[in-house]
């Protein structure tokens, strides 16, 4: 059982409806991570809360909302997506710090298979 | 961009036969990380690597990070059908402005034929 559970698991939405994506991490963390999953392309990072606060935009289009509460909440607002956002939204979380030399391992959630019509 | 480069894309193997997975970055890296990815599964930790020229095991697995970390290796003795799933290297690289990105490679999807 992962230590960071995601939802939903599936969402297919049209390019005019507005969703959002859960993460929480039961882990104690101080750091959350949005990654995006597309066939044949690397894992790209999206988006990096230390102690909750925003310390990367990886150059993301305005669509795409995060919000980080606090600690083990993280969420991606979904707003006018194409059908080239649809792909696997992946969360994870760190003991380290985010963009620190050794941020340890990753703890990835099972993931928001995201299809937009 | 600074980017980390993973081969080969895809492997098939028969059940038994060895495995190796190799990742190269033009910069220097900090440590270099590798997950698996199971079908349908989400990316889970392997190791981490440090030092230069470090060597782990895990089991049938071994991990190699070069001398200049640049390059490292994953190395699968005798593969079994559980070992099937994508395998990942991640290399921490100073991106700039003293920060540190976690850069994926493509990964390397092995297939083991029984």
Known sequence: ETGVTQTPRHLVMGMTNKKSLKCEQHLGHNAMYWYKQSAKKPLELMFVYNFKEQTENNSVPSRFSPECPNSSHLFLHLHTLQPEDSALYLCASSQGQGLMSD???LF???GSRLTVL | GQQVMQIPQYQHVQEGEDFTTYCNSSTT??????????????PV???QLVKSGEVKKQKRLTFQFGEAKKN????ITA???TDVGTYFCAGQMDSGGSNYKLTFGKGTLLTVNP
């Open chain 1, 103 to 105: 941020t340890g391992e």
């Open chain 1, 108 to 110: 990835f959630g099972e």
């Open chain 2, 29 to 42: 890296l900090s440590n270099i990380q590798w997950y698996k990815q199971r079908p349908g599964g989400h």
């Open chain 2, 45 to 47: 930790f392997l190791i």
């Open chain 2, 72 to 75: 490292s290796s994953l190395h």
């Open chain 2, 79 to 81: 593969t079994q059908t």
